[in-house]
């Protein structure tokens, strides 16, 4: 390894071609992840001049307090091919001068010892610290040669790769079960089956059977008895009648409550000593758009918290608009700003989980919320909010089929976990040369 500094493999902030008052591809500084590669979202903003600009293969790295503390880096990929995108004015774009270099310079920027230089060069007011580029680019680090650097970056992308396809196969069923939510329960598909069925003349059980599988008729004439017998007794479970309510047309026995019906706030304790970064949930560390969770970056100070055990719904009440919300899969504490949903009847909570996760439910948050700049819920309003309520037995059916979907998600979510505690273990190892890349299973030329 050769002593060099950073800017002998890396162009900061390098000069990119945008026109003015054009709309292109924007990152902002809530899209960047705390602890992972890929960006949360892309949008389109009209560019005004100011701001990051960058390309695919850059690496963005947030220069701003409490961002950089928090480790916010990302690696910039799926952009169209020859776009050049910006985004936020606390970014540090770090390109590489190499194509080579792109994946060894992302992990570099996530060196704990990168971001430990960065964070004691900062600048400024307290609360409002920057670093700026020109003290990045004097970072002196033992080099590896060339093709060193690009099979440690081959080997740390791979793991982040693994994550990636976790995180993919986790919204797919996550979109499965919003799918057969919205079909069942906000759009009554079997239910208006039914009722074109009998209009038609035609088995209304049937049609039913149909909107409930997609299957065609020839289809359901090949399935296994027992599945049919299950399916028809699941279409047995729907009206085949609408009728008025305040909230319009619901299918007929349907009743007109409200949340505090069907659920309630928790208000157990735990104990300091017992939470961890990795059970204990604040707003801080719920992402936006319904993305869940990760792990804390540090713990209360206070000598109790509320608590919150596996099946709870936790949902952020500052800034709704952000919709943060995760179903818990182990027991933790949280912050007083993340509120804490429980079930009445067990076997719902599935349920529960995807009624809160609408967007609906998010934009009834907002229009009761207290406060402009900061706004929050309003709890004791949250509770009264008025909903469609199905019978017990079609919620518990519903929790029932999606449950497997989410006791698959958690464990893909352990093995991340597994994952990227490997990655941070070895990322350091292996730019410093302690771990060989003879050493490791496959890289052996």
Known sequence: MSFETIKDIVDFNPSRPLSKGKEFPFIDMASLPVNGRDINEVSNKVFNGGGAKFKN?????????????NGKTAKVENLPVGCIAHGST???????????????????????????YAIS?????????????????EFNLRLPEKAKRKKIGKILKSLDDKIHLNNQINQTLESIAQALFKSWFIDFEPVRAKITAKQA??????????????KSEAELEQMAEDDFAELQATAALFPDELVESELGEVPKGWELQQIKDIAKYCTNKISLKDLTLENYI???????????IEKASSLPKANSVPAFRQG?????????????????????????????????????EE??????????????MMASSKGSKMPRGDKKAIMDFQIIVPPISLRCLYSAKVRSFYFYQNKLKIENQTLIDLRDTLLPRLLSGEVDLLDLHGERD
Request: charged share 25%; glycine share 6%.
């Open 90 to 116: 606390e970014f540090i774009v770090l390109s590489a001068k190499s194509k080579d270099d792109e994946d060894f310079v992302y992990y570099l920027a996530r060196l704990p010892d990168f971001r430990s």
């Open 201 to 214: 003349g035609q088995d209304p059980e049937l049609a039913a059977m149909y909107a409930i599988s997609g």
């Open 57 to 69: 293969g850059d690496t963005l790295f947030a220069r701003i307090t409490p961002c950089l503390e």
């Open 312 to 348: 709870n719904i936790l949902v952020s009440n500052i800034r709704p608009y952000f919709k943060k919300i995760w179903f818990s899969f182990f027991d933790g504490g949280h912050s007083n700003d993340v509120l804490n949903f429980d079930v009445l009847e067990k076997g719902t």
């Open 282 to 292: 604040s707003t801080e560390n719920m992402l936006p758009e319904k993305k869940g």
């Open 121 to 137: 060069r900062m600048e400024g007011t307290s609360g409002r610290q920057r670093v700026s580029w020109q003290a990045l680019a």
């Open 351 to 364: 349920y529960l989980y995807n009624l809160i996760y609408q967007d609906s439910f998010f934009d009834r």
